[in-house]
């Protein structure tokens, strides 16, 4: 592409739009971001959890998690060494079995993650200051992130690259020239050669042959106060839930996910699921009161591997991270980046619409 083509439109400044926009812009493209401030995007959830994964080496979901790991930790030891904060609370995690099933899951610790060892409940309460249930496997890598903050750093650390546009996209028209982003009232709101759909569970809307594999998932978060008798972990827990360790004297327990449920509102059961796993974790008598609460929604697909690749001619989308964007997006911009630039990775083959195996296999919603 001769360089005076270099120049993208990105629907989206959540983690997946923020991270494809400074991949480019890294490789010398010139970005416009455009982005509505709707709620319930799944990047303002307020703290995250990054886990390593447990499961074999050779299955595909693990291997793509494990390797995006390596990238976001590439990523946010850049950020943090040029002096930006990656919201970022916690280095390392607990893995707690949630179950039979995740137990014998834990027995293989993987073996290329040196950082990753099995603990007894002892060693787990020192290094969480918790009394921990049961054994689980500590990670020296991963942590808790704010994703937001981390969304909004890889934006600021190119802020001459990056045009920000703010808007809701109603409409994508293709032309001779490229891609033209209009609004709800039909006006331009960005043309350029190339598009990069980035709207998370939106991108449907904008992209109608996204639903063979989007699927909205929603996820409710609690907030409880850490008082002197409930002290939340100094590391994020996570196994069948996540409870974070204190952010301004809140801990977030999280979170529920119910697939094809767009309701915004937040539920009273859904604090209490949250709260209960607090309650299990921390070893207390009572589930403490819920202070506050989020709900936002996770676009997933089928296998849960990312939506990353290309949609039509010079039609991208990087969408469908599920409940670990933070694991992935930084992988799916790089990925993405390379394959505008005509160099197309074998791992892309599993993300690509064009080559990928799964999808809702009877579609209704494409007719
Ligand atoms: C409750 C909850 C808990 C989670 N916990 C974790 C966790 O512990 N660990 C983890 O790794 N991940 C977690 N996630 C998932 C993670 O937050 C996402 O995978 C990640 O943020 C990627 O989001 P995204 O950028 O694809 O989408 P979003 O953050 O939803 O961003 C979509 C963007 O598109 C914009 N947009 C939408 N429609 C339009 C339009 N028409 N025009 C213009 N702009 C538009 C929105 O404004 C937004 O900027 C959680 C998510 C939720 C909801």
């Given amino acids: 592409m001769s360089r005076s083509r ?18 480019l812009v890294r490789r010398s493209w010139r970005v416009t971001l455009i982005a509505d401030d709707g709620a319930g995007r799944a990047s303002d959830v307020p703290a995250a959890v990054m886990a390593a994964t447990i499961g074999g080496a050779t299955d595909p979901l693990t291997r793509l998690r494990r390797r995006g790991l390596n990238v976001t930790e590439a990523w946010l030891a850049h950020l943090e060494r040029a002096g930006f904060d990656c919201g970022r609370i916690a280095r390392g995690s607990l893995l707690l079995p949630g179950n039979e099933r995740d137990r014998a899951r834990h027995g293989r610790v993987p073996p290329d993650d040196p950082s990753a060892r099995h603990v007894t409940p002892a060693e787990a309460r020192a290094a969480t200051g918790i009394e921990s249930p049961s054994d689980g496997v500590l990670h020296g890598r991963g942590g808790c992130i704010l994703p937001d903050r981390l969304a909004t750093a ?37 043309t350029e050669p190339t598009a990069i759909l980035a709207a998370g569970t939106a991108c449907t809307r904008l992209w109608p042959n996204s639903r063979r594999w989007l699927l909205p998932a929603r996820g409710q978060a609690t907030a409880f106060r850490a008082t002197a008798a409930i002290s939340g972990p100094r590391l994020p827990i996570s196994g069948g839930g996540y409870i974070t360790p204190a952010i301004d004297g809140i801990h977030w327990a999280g979170a529920t996910l119910q697939r094809g449920d767009t309701d915004p509102l937040p539920r009273a059961e859904d604090d209490r699921t949250n709260l209960e796993f ?15 609460r989020f709900v936002g929604f996770r676009a997933t697909t089928p296998n849960r591997i990312p939506l990353v690749g290309r949609l039509a001619e010079h039609l991208w989308i990087t969408a469908g991270h599920g409940a670990h964007g933070l694991l992935t997006t930084p992988l799916a911009a790089h990925l993405l980046a390379d394959a505008l630039e005509g160099r197309h990775h074998p791992l892309l083959r599993l993300l690509d619409p064009e080559t990928r195996r799964d999808g809702h296999p009877t579609d209704a919603n494409l007719k």
């Fill in 154 to 190: 890889l934006r600021s650390v190119h802020v001459d690259a990056i045009h920000l546009v703010p808007g809701r996209v109603a409409r994508l028209v293709r032309h001779a020239d490229g891609w033209t982003a209009e609004s709800t009232t039909g006006e331009p709101l960005s």
């Fill in 6 to 23: 270099r120049t993208a439109l990105v629907i989206g400044d959540g983690l997946a739009g923020s991270a494809v926009a400074a991949a």
């Fill in 278 to 292: 607090a309650r299990t974790c921390l070893g207390l008598d009572e589930v403490p009161d819920p202070l506050d």
